[in-house]
């Protein structure tokens, strides 16, 4: 790797993992074209060909593949470095950045940062809606909120609780039904589920589908504006007047709310306190997040 620079590896990685320039470029935040002169340069410095430009993209010749191990050492090194520079900084100012689910912010979040604000108005908050856990490793983010089975290996965290769910429809929907148990039940399904799953089958001899979903969100606007049943997480149901839980009896989930960090940034003393601070207000709002009925429910 001699004679090589990290810009220049950064370029040629972006372009191996994208396959194209355009691609490379917006995972990168710059333009193609300085993307494409990048590449050349790099070429020229090695007086190597690494990529065969096709119509349908970037191409890595036996060159490119050659050195990929070596730039991924390189890349890890530089993150290493970075990580470890970003760690030492004790002070409670800076940028955060937090990663969360767009339904797990809007409903269990935003309603408490603004006394997180009112404590360290020094630290500037940044919320990244995204379900990847590979922004911690790039240092793209500082702490990431996700609802997962099991975190990788590589994060260092905490599960706060384990995820509730619930059926769940909108009460005009019901009073419109009648009986459920002699009726047609419309159903809110995944869309990944082209068969009815377990819950449906256990509970209802009856039953078609309204629509399939592509996210909770949907899911939930599709039963609050009466088009069937659906398993919803409770977080986001209960919090919703329009809506009734079904008293049905639901296999346990394995899914935890997790609170994850990479290992080089939990002595950070601003990710320290932004990590407590959502301890705390996640475990306030357990049991809606478990699922716990509401009493007036039953």
């Known amino acids: 790797?001699?004679?090589?620079?990290?810009?220049?590896?950064?370029?040629?990685?972006?372009?191996?993992?994208?396959?194209?320039?355009?691609?490379?470029?917006?995972?990168?935040g710059v333009n193609h074209t300085t993307v494409s002169r990048r590449i050349a340069a790099f070429e020229q410095k090695l007086n190597v060909r690494l990529f065969d430009r096709l119509v349908s993209g970037y191409?890595?010749?036996?060159?490119?593949e050659n050195i990929f191990n070596d730039a991924l050492q390189m890349e890890e090194s530089a993150m290493s470095i970075d990580r470890a520079l970003s760690g030492k900084d004790s002070e409670l100012k800076g940028s955060l950045l937090l990663t969360i689910s767009s339904s797990l912010?809007?409903?269990?979040?935003f309603p408490h940062l603004?006394?997180?604000?009112?404590?360290?108005?020094?630290?500037?908050?940044?919320?990244?809606?995204s379900p990847n856990l590979s922004n911690l490793n790039s240092r793209e983010a500082d702490i990431a909120i996700r609802l997962t089975p099991a975190p990788p290996d590589n994060l260092v965290g905490k599960r706060i609780c384990?995820?509730?769910?619930?059926i769940y429809a909108s009460k005009s929907y019901l009073d419109k039904l009648g009986d459920v148990n002699?009726?047609?039940?419309?159903?809110v399904l995944w869309g990944s589920e082209?068969?009815?799953?377990?819950?449906?089958?256990?509970?209802f001899a009856n039953t078609r589908v309204a629509i399939r979903v592509d996210s909770g969100s949907n899911m939930l606007a599709a039963v609050k504006g009466g088009l069937g049943l659906a398993r919803l997480p409770c977080y986001l149901a209960e919090g919703e007047e329009t809506l009734k839980r079904l008293p049905i009896t639901l296999a346990p989930s394995s899914w935890g709310l997790w609170i994850l960090s990479h290992p080089d940034f939990r002595d950070t003393a601003r990710v320290r306190v932004c990590r407590e601070f959502l301890y705390k207000i996640f475990e306030q709002q357990r049991g809606v997040i478990e699922g716990i009925p509401r009493i007036k429910d039953k």
């Open 1 to 28: 790797m001699h004679g090589m620079e990290w810009n220049d590896i950064k370029y040629y990685l972006a372009v191996m993992r994208e396959g194209s320039v355009t691609q490379a470029g917006k995972s990168l």
């Open 59 to 64: 191409i890595a010749t036996e060159a490119a």
């Open 105 to 109: 912010v809007n409903t269990l979040l």
């Open 114 to 129: 603004d006394e997180f604000r009112r404590r360290y108005p020094s630290i500037n908050l940044q919320i990244k809606s």
């Open 162 to 166: 384990m995820m509730g769910h619930g």
């Open 182 to 187: 002699d009726s047609m039940i419309d159903l």
């Open 194 to 203: 082209q068969e009815n799953p377990e819950w449906v089958n256990a509970a």
